[in-house]
């Protein structure tokens, strides 16, 4: 069993900054990726961003040049800095693993932490 724990999710005003994080713990063999996607009411869950642990890192374009992914200094730890926020960041964020020690390979998710941007 793997576990990821998220946090840093909540309300902030436009223009406005959040910290996401998340860790990722149990049984995990060869971790690939982490990354971040979301999914706001009635629409699709959607890539934000992903990094490798050889960080190769890929953003969704509309968070280009706001958001930024970074692996933590613990180990299989992810965070997401959210600058700039818009209203149409407004979701559910959730934290996403990739384990390649497997065959086939892993992929793991976490409960979600909701993000909330409005005036």
């Known amino acids: 069993q793997v576990q990821l724990r998220e946090s840093g999710g909540g309300l902030v005003q436009p223009g406005g900054s959040l910290r996401l994080s998340c860790t990722a713990s149990?049984?995990?063999?060869?971790?690939?990726?982490m990354g971040w996607y979301r999914q706001a009411p009635g629409n699709e869950r959607e890539l934000v961003a992903t990094?490798?642990?050889?960080?190769?890192?890929n953003y969704a374009e509309s968070v280009k040049g706001r958001f930024t992914i970074s692996r933590g200094t613990a180990e299989n730890t992810v965070h997401l800095q959210m600058n700039s926020l818009k209203p149409e960041d407004t979701a559910d964020y959730y934290c996403k693993i990739i384990d390649i020690g497997w065959f086939p390979s892993k992929v793991s998710w976490g409960q979600g932490t909701q993000v909330i941007v409005s005036s």
């Open positions: 990094i490798t642990t050889r960080d190769d890192i």
């Open positions: 149990g049984n995990i063999r060869t971790l690939y990726s």
